[in-house]
């Protein structure tokens, strides 16, 4: 049975959930029963982001409380439409839901790993999507709810994907530099250093595009990763521009409305016009599957994902490397375009500046891009493992006795990831101090 709500009792729910959990609602409307049909959870600024997909508006605003560690989310109106929804370990969230029809609709109940603050609004129908109930989860600082046990066991599931794609290759030498230095040299050369690093980490599967000097299509490229259902897809790149002065580090994410800067837009035609066969996306006709990725991007998990992830890459280079630019860019590279799949490229140096050329062509500082990228894309899954691998995160205590290194050596990862994950400065830290680590799997 529905329960209908009338305009009083309505609006005493909305005045209760204000005082409770400080929501924002607006734009609910009163309708005919609907059903829950898909529920999306991502990353969102500090937080998580769940969206509900419904096939109607609901009848009334949700009723959200948290109670002890689990968040109860009332959806009056709305019947059971999924099977157990799949919710990942992620930010506030321990992972896993129950749910349920009540009296008034549909019982969703999170398990929490700190408090929470929340707010929530409804969006009607846009293009593929229909109408959707979206909710934002802020942790509170300072609640991190006590794990049960210090040093868990690995959990069963499946290996993190990480996908390399080092650029260009075969015919397609990418950028020379004024030595005669191939960007396909050299990015080929920093990937296989990484690529022995990640099959070094527990718990880990590593794909590659290419292995040896040899031209693979953009869009095979692309379409590995995607096949492979890859967690993370890394583009490794040394690029040129017609400014010799132009230096330093930047990490591209898939943009939605264009490039970002003058930059990006150039990059993004040299790096996209490799391919003969790609016409008729760089003559700006969008193809069909081009569309169905921009469309929603900013509600899609895998976008969160990848800017998230490349933040932290940035994080990590700006300790080795200027930095081109200090905040992660955006660009339509074909490479990032694979849906589901959070992509990035990574711009490790200019090719065309002399210095940055000469530092390149260094064994010695590629194998520390190589150590660099591998020690962000551990913090990257340290901070939001996939739900259903063989990783999960629990939080250590630093005690009297203990530094960062020991830390770090006790769970399998290095000094530069353990502060990348939990965001450290310099120095060490104090005692007492909880610290997010990793627990690898198998």
């Known amino acids: 049975m529905v329960r209908k709500f009338s305009e009083r009792s309505t609006r005493r729910q909305f005045l209760r959930q204000a005082a409770l959990g400080g929501v924002l609602l607006y734009g609910w409307d009163v309708a ?39 968040l109860h989310i009332e959806l009056p109106g709305i019947e059971h439409g999924l099977g157990r929804p799949a919710v990942p370990t992620l930010g506030p969230l321990q992972g896993g839901a129950e749910m349920h029809e009540g009296a008034a609709g549909l019982v969703l109940r999170l398990p929490l790993r700190e408090a929470v603050r929340w707010r929530s609004f409804s969006l009607g129908p846009d293009g593929r999507a229909a109408h959707r109930l979206v909710l934002d ?4 600082a300072g609640t991190a709810v006590a794990s049960p046990r210090a ?19 075969g015919h397609d030498s990418g950028a ?10 050299v ?7 990484l690529a022995r690093l990640i099959r070094s980490t527990p718990g880990m599967h590593l794909v590659m595009t290419r292995n040896t000097d040899h031209y693979v299509p953009l869009m095979a490229r692309m379409h590995l990763g995607l096949a ?11 690029d040129a521009f017609p400014e010799r002065a132009v230096r330093g580090s930047t990490v591209w994410a898939l943009s939605e ?37 921009l469309i929603n991007m900013t509600q899609t998990a895998a976008m969160n994902s990848a800017v998230a992830a490349a933040d932290v890459m940035i994080r990590g280079l700006a300790a080795v490397e200027d930095l081109h630019n200090a905040a992660v860019q955006h660009a339509n590279f074909v490479v990032l375009r694979a849906p589901n799949v959070p992509s990035m490229l990574v711009e490790t140096a200019f090719i065309s500046n ?59 990862l290095s000094v530069e990831a353990l502060r990348l994950a939990n965001n450290l400065p310099r120095g060490e830290r104090q005692p007492g101090e909880a610290l997010r680590v990793p627990i690898m799997g198998a």
């Not at 035609?269 to 969008?286: E, F, I, Y």
């Open 257 to 293: 409305t264009g490039a970002s800067n003058a930059a990006a837009r150039w990059l993004a035609k040299t790096q996209n016009a490799a391919d003969p066969l790609l016409g008729d996306v760089q003559s700006g006709v969008h193809d069909p599957m081009l569309n169905a990725v």
């Open 32 to 70: 005919a029963a609907g059903q829950l049909y898909a529920l999306r959870v991502g990353s969102h600024q500090q937080g998580v982001r769940l969206v509900f997909d419904l096939d109607r508006r609901l009848t009334a605003a949700p009723v959200i409380r948290s109670v002890g560690e689990v």
């Open 137 to 140: 989860l802020m942790p509170v």
């Open 228 to 238: 492979q259902r890859a967690d993370l897809f890394v583009s490794i790149h040394a």
């Open 151 to 169: 040093h868990p066991e690995g959990r069963a599931g499946r290996p993190i994907v990480v996908c390399l794609d080092p650029g260009h290759g």
């Open 354 to 412: 002399p210095e940055e050329e000469q530092r390149l062509r260094d064994p010695d500082f590629r194998r520390l891009l190589a150590r660099t990228m591998h020690d962000a894309i551990v913090a990257h899954f340290v901070k939001a493992p996939p739900a259903d691998s063989t990783w999960s995160v629990t939080r250590h205590v630093l005690s009297k006795k203990e530094n960062l290194a020991d830390v770090a050596l006790h769970y399998g």
């Open 176 to 185: 020379i530099g004024a030595k005669g230095t191939r960007e396909k040299d």
């Open 187 to 193: 990015v080929l050369d920093v990937g296989l250093s």
